[in-house]
């Protein structure tokens, strides 16, 4: 039982070719933008046709090119929460939730409207229209009509995309709930790494249109097997790699010898680290340690991003080498040390990539 895809799309100046299965859970659909998330959903939920492969939903073909099946949108029993949520301006929120139920009667549609309105917490609400709507509201009014209709799977585009940091946090909360009451696929698509990893157990990672990893969530954070899975995972520091030996390489782009403490294969082209994985060296530190100037530094309200140079002579042209993530504590205590500085990095952080 699941969700089983294997499509490809030719469109002007881009291709799709995925071929992912997502059980009955959440699954993230990870991907920068333009990279075809969208288009993934679309083709899954029959508003887009493939030009090839298959579609099959917990058994049920819902797309077969050589076999000529194509099942509409309607007898998909697919639910759809589009990005800017699509609501129907002229209806009001029960109208709207009410909006696939045609074939029930209406007693029970009634009913399902309600059971609606209460699951997503909009009682009293149901007669206002969508303009009378704040954006957190109107997001829960399109999530209720996706699953008013009972489908066997749930596709959410960026649901999250038009809030603000509080509200998405909150209903981030709130959408994690309603989904762990869901006995069906879901599949959630964002380009926000921290989104994925928070609502999913499983991810799928996407880059020009092709699947890049797929797999549990941990595993992709902590060994992201291509360069564009460690950036969509947040890794802001690589290196082009020279193999010296099976445990050591040297990073050609910062100018370091390294040891890694797994053997590094032939395929292997790049070392990362994250920045927040750099640390100052301990006094009996001794390996994969180096000398580091600081040059310019940016900060958020509780972090500091400081930009390292292992050459003292770059500093003042604006390049760097590493991208340093510390709290502003630590940074506070370190920023007038007398440098360069002495920092780390540690054989079991270094990330080796395709
Ligand atoms: N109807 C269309 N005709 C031609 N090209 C299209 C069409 N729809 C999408 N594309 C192209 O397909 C590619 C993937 O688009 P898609 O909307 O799936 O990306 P995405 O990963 O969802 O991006 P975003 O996060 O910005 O929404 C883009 O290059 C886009 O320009």
Known sequence: MGLYVDIKKKLPGFSLNVCFEAEIDTMGLLGASGSGKSMTLRCIAGIETPDSGKIILNGRVLYDSAKGINLPCRKRKIGFLFQNYALFPNMTVEENIRFGLGDLKLGEQLRKVDEMISMVHLEGLEKRYPSQLSGGQQQRVALARALAID????????????????????????????????????????????????????????????????????????RPPTIETAQLTGCRNFSSIKHLSPFEIEALDWGIKLKVNHECRGDSQYVGIRSHHIDLAEDNDTENVFKCWAGFTSETPFRQTVYLSVEKKLLNSGAYHLQWEISKEKWDKIKDMPQPWHLKLSPEKLILIR
């Open 151 to 222: 489908p066997e799977a749930l596709l959410l585009d960026e649901p999250f995309s038009a809030l603000d940091e509080h509200l998405r946090n909150n209903l981030l909360k709130q959408l994690s709930e309603t989904l762990s009451n869901y006995r069906g696929v879901t599949l959630f698509v964002t380009h926000n790494m921290e989104e994925a990893y928070r609502i999913s157990k499983e991810l799928v990672v996407l880059s020009s249109g092709k699947l890049e990893a797929k797999g549990e969530k941990e595993v992709i954070f902590t």
